[in-house]
């Protein structure tokens, strides 16, 4: 379902980024614009680097695209080398595998709190996400899970931004937007996190995240939030008669 609609919310900023290129927009702090996702997905059509690597490869092209998230550019990572040093610190990290993860190296990671929460896959790999509750050497993790490729963390404490056009700036003052928290964190405390920024008129999307009208003035307390995974403006196009009332938060 997230792949669904992630395609759908990719088709529909590309039409919007079309439509009102003439727009002026201002940049709020509270990453993803319009703009920025556009360009982004001509240059992934475009290019045949992604297809090129193998599940063996000694490299992996990490398209920060594909994984926002992060904060981190467009880089090429190369397999973990041994070293004793290179540690993953406490927080939430992506991990890169040739294999699945099974259920032996589940139980092994869980037994030291590092849990999984997503899984997706790229070049042949697979990208897990993982939550860590403390600093974890590499060295041990290569020792534990079978096709250990490495590992790319992901910046917690960088703030998202979206470029807020006039159009879509309501008379109040608000901007409706669509808010996704990491898989880790509870409906009902992403639904406090929006709520202690002014959040209003919520409403639940697909189980995973909602919709909320949200001060302009309030975009950086939901851009600096750790917990918050994304935020994308909500398109006219795709209102919603989903009743918040109708879901119970678990």
Not at 101 to 107: G, M
Request: net charge negative.
């Amino acid at each position: 379902m997230r792949n669904l609609i992630t395609s759908l919310i990719a088709g529909v900023l590309t039409f919007l980024f079309i439509a009102c290129s003439e727009e002026n927009s201002t940049v709020f702090p509270v990453e993803g614009s319009v703009e920025n996702i556009s360009s982004s997905l001509q240059e992934i059509s475009s290019s045949s680097s992604v297809t090129s690597f193998s599940s063996n490869s000694e490299t992996f092209l990490w398209k920060e695209f594909l994984w926002i998230y992060t904060g981190q550019a467009d880089t090429v990572l190369t397999r973990f080398s041994d070293n004793t040093s290179e540690i993953v610190p406490a927080g939430r990290f992506h991990m890169i595998k040739d294999s699945p993860l099974s259920p032996k190296e589940r139980n092994l990671l869980n037994e030291l709190e590092i849990f999984d929460y997503e899984v997706g896959k790229d070049q042949n790999k697979f990208v897990i996400l993982f939550t860590t509750k403390y600093d974890v050497k590499k060295m041990l993790l290569d020792s534990l899970v079978e096709g250990f490729f490495n590992t790319i963390n992901i910046n917690e404490i960088r703030e998202k931004t979206v470029n807020i056009k006039p159009s879509v700036i309501h008379e109040d003052s608000t901007v409706a937007l669509w808010i996704f928290c990491w898989p880790d964190i509870e409906l009902e405390k992403c639904h406090n996190i929006i709520d202690e920024c002014s959040g209003k008129d919520l409403e639940m999307f697909d189980d995973e995240g909602f919709i909320a009208n949200v001060p302009v003035s309030s975009l950086s307390c939901l851009g600096k939030n750790k917990d918050v995974k994304d935020l994308m403006i909500k398109p006219e196009e795709f209102a919603l008669s989903i009743k918040s009332e109708d879901f119970q938060l678990r």
